[in-house]
């Protein structure tokens, strides 16, 4: 049996973003503080008190709220209540007190309990499966939220009837039969919440702080609750919440709807009607024929055509309506505008972009619609299509049309400045289409809009800084999608910038002629040539410039570093092992190879062993050695350990590993003892062999994380063979690479340490 001081919220309340509240939201409050039997609790009468307000302020259409109830005024008041819940679409029962867990089902305390004995608890008790019974009808969604405090008063007086049953910290994990129905405790089940010394519990006043914020989801308002316990607690107490609920969005305070958009055609009279093309009129009358702006705009037309026909024809085409109109609209908040746009104009190369803005449009209302802002007045709307313009006529009409806008004072100067310029001279022709049309895309983000001018204008004089723009956008894009990886060059100069070879500066500035390194190239090739002619000697042979830059990409992960290789340096020796890790990279594999290594030179370089530490072992040292025996032969070679001769069953059988498509099992035998080194090579035996000139000069990277006895890391099949190499060229002893066979007998031997590293095989002595 567990026992919890508890609070429990069973709360439904579907808000959904675009449509209206549920028709019926009831809530059922009770809060236990005043215990006759045990100390009283000072926060469930706030709590509870705060919750209903909260209730009430959201909308609720009834709320019951009660307080320090016994068993039989509180089982009254859960019938009421489902009698009150069985026509609601969202029903809330809230209880702040003491609670209990027997045996895995949770209860609510009265404040007439004594619960002397565990027996008592059906009588003394509810059950939180009553209270999940009383709002089972709700039509929409419920919610169940537990707020324990940390003490368990009754535990210490309680008599235990059945030694079996459970007694633990916290409540019980609950999943809801019932389908929208969400239960959160104020801790996660088996734990404890704490009570605190604050006006409200932890979890009810971040409850208070988050559930009622406008337009929040209930499941991301409930995450935020979590969060806030989990920080003003130091993480003592998580809430959590079980069941589920739908897709649709769920707030306690819905969101505030956003007004209704002005009509197209309202928007499009107050960008066209100070027009002076007759044709914009005649378009607008077709595209709006039931308009109340059909006179005006009728009247207008034919007002334009006599003055046009009085005017010698000097006027030239003017844009067309949908220029016009996405001039004005194109920077709207209000999808439906872009809808009407594309259904009056399906022919208009803004169409596509068009219907682009009116999806974003819709998305963002979606997901911020309370953040929308007004739409603009109409002398704003109209101010910004005509403030550009160059015929004061225009002018004239916005003064008449809007006398209390904030711009009339600029439209009056304008008027008379332009009525003293055509006064002066002749009013300039019109702009002609692509200057109209350029000035319309010029600040886009698209190149394709810019592909389209070039196409459609191709004698306009915007057609280089067009062309220009969209090659512009199509980098930024690429460069945005996929940043490529770094180009050979700065790959190569990295790798050789601290030579004091000056061929390779000079072969390095042939190769790479437009490289921004190249100054700097032959910068440091004259300052080397000069120190070599002052020294008086010959430089010493340089290793060759396509063995540098190998060592510099060769672990590289870009198959374009291994392809500028293969056409920089095709007669490299390296160039198959670049190929071959060109098509590796490709095919994003990496390929194996079971290549063996060349028979290494026995005989033994004597010179400079003793230099390095070496002390190969005699014959008759050799053959001395013992099963299992260690040995090394140079201070900074591996460990070996002696395997002794013997046979095996090589692979797995069918009925161990299940594995139809591995080979059979055969027997292979090892007639003669042979040395595996004891653990893997590390850094410093690397770094010796690099040092004695072996290894091919290669250090592997450690990642950062230390040489000396680590092991070493970065290795390729290739450079552990130079590595075995170099050993059977120093000792005179072959080393090389374990095989299969040998490394599975090793392995599976049954008094065989497991082994790992470099394999000694043959010598004059015992070994093979």
């Not at 960008?271 to 009247?299: G, M, N, R, W």
């Not at 990886?485 to 002629?513: G, L, Q, R, T």
């Not at 850094?683 to 990642?703: I, L, R, S």
Request: glycine share 4%.
């Amino acid at each position: 049996m567990r026992w919890v001081a508890a609070t429990i919220l069973a709360l439904v309340f579907y808000g959904f973003a675009g449509q209206a509240l549920a028709e019926k939201r009831v809530a059922l409050v009770i809060g236990n503080s005043s215990y006759r039997n045990v100390p009283s609790l000072p926060n469930p009468r706030n709590d509870a008190a705060e919750i209903a307000s909260l209730f009430r302020s959201a909308g609720f259409s009834a709320v019951d709220a009660r307080r320090d109830l016994g068993i039989s005024d509180m089982r009254r008041a859960i019938s009421d209540f489902a009698e009150m819940a069985s026509d609601a679409d969202v029903a809330v029962v809230y209880f702040a007190g003491h609670g209990i867990e027997v045996d895995g089902a949770n209860y609510v305390i009265p404040v007439d309990a004594k619960l002397s004995r565990d027996f008592d608890i059906e009588d003394e008790a509810i059950s939180l499966d009553r209270i999940l019974k009383s709002i089972e009808p709700t039509k929409r969604l419920r919610l169940v939220i537990l707020d324990a405090c940390r003490d368990n008063p009754f535990l210490k007086t309680m008599k235990r009837t059945i030694a079996s049953r459970s007694i633990g910290r916290g409540l019980a994990k609950v999943e809801p039969a019932i389908s929208d129905t969400l239960i959160a405790f104020a801790a996660k089940a088996g734990s404890v919440a704490l009570d605190g010394d604050a006006k409200n519990s932890p979890f009810t006043a971040a409850l208070l702080h988050n559930i009622a914020a406008p337009g929040l989801d209930l499941r991301i308002a409930l995450g935020r609750v979590r969060d806030e316990v989990l920080k003003v607690t130091n993480r003592h107490q998580e809430p959590f919440v079980y069941g589920s609920l739908g897709g649709s969005v769920i707030s306690i305070v819905d969101a505030p709807k956003l007004p209704p958009p002005p009509t197209t055609d309202d928007i499009v009279w107050n960008a066209v009607k100070d027009s002076t093309y007759p044709a914009v009129f005649e378009e607008f009358i077709a595209k709006f024929p039931t308009t109340p702006h059909l006179k005006a705009a009728q009247s207008r037309r034919d007002e334009l055509k006599q003055a046009q026909a009085a005017a010698a024809a000097r006027i030239p085409p003017p844009p067309t309506a949908d220029e016009i109109v996405w001039t004005a609209i194109r920077d709207s908040n209000y999808p439906a505008i872009f809808d009407d746009f594309v259904s009056k104009f399906p022919t208009s190369k803004h169409r596509a972009e068009a219907q682009s803005r009116a999806d974003e449009l819709q998305k963002q209302i979606a997901a911020a619609a309370a953040r929308v802002p007004p739409p603009p007045t109409a002398d704003e709307v109209v101010w910004d299509a005509i403030k550009g313009s160059t015929y004061p006529a225009i002018f004239d009409d916005f003064a008449s049309k809007f006398p209390a806008s904030p711009h009339l004072a600029d439209a009056q100067r304008r008027r008379d400045e332009l009525k003293k310029q055509i006064a002066a001279t002749q009013a300039p022709p019109p702009p002609a289409a692509e200057d109209i049309v350029w000035a319309a895309i010029k600040g886009s983000r698209d190149p394709a809009i810019f592909d389209e001018f070039v196409s459609k204008y191709t004698a306009s004089p915007h057609i280089a800084d067009a062309r220009q723009r969209g090659n512009d956008l199509r980098k930024e894009i690429a460069a945005a999608q996929a940043p490529p990886p770094p180009p050979a060059d700065e790959i190569v100069w990295n790798a050789i910038k601290e030579s004091h070879d000056p061929a390779i500066f000079e072969e390095y500035s042939a190769k790479y002629s437009s490289s921004s390194h190249v100054s700097a190239a032959l910068s440091r090739r004259d300052e080397l040539w000069k120190e070599r002619a002052a020294a008086a000697a010959p430089p010493p042979a340089p290793p060759a410039t396509d063995e540098i830059v190998w060592n510099a990409i060769k672990d590289g992960r870009s198959p374009a570093m291994f392809e500028e290789f293969l056409s920089k340096f095709p007669e490299s020796a390296r160039s198959a092992e670049a190929r071959e890790r060109f098509k590796a990279l490709q095919a994003v594999q990496v390929a194996s190879t079971n290549a063996t290594l060349p028979a290494p030179d026995t005989t033994p370089q004597r010179e400079g062993l003793t230099a390095i530490g070496i002390k190969v072992l005699s014959d008759s040292e050799e053959a001395a050695l013992k099963q299992k025996a260690s040995f090394k032969e140079c201070e900074k070679c591996p460990e070996m350990v002696v395997v002794p001769p013997g046979a095996f069953m090589m692979g797995t059988s069918e009925s161990a590993s299940k594995r139809t498509a591995e080979s059979s099992r055969h027997k292979v035998t090892f007639a003669h003892s042979f040395a595996v080194g004891r653990y893997a090579v590390t850094f410093a035996e690397w770094d010796a062999c690099v040092a004695d000139g072996g290894c091919n000069g290669y250090k592997p990277w450690d990642n950062g994380w230390g040489r000396g006895r680590r092991p070493a890391i970065n290795i390729s099949w290739s450079d552990a063979k130079s590595y075995a190499a170099w050993l059977s060229a120093r000792t005179g002893k072959t080393y090389r690479l374990l095989s299969e066979a040998e490394r599975e007998y090793v392995t599976r031997g049954n008094d065989v340490i497991v082994l790992v590293g470099s394999l000694r095989v043959s010598g004059p002595g015992q070994l093979r």
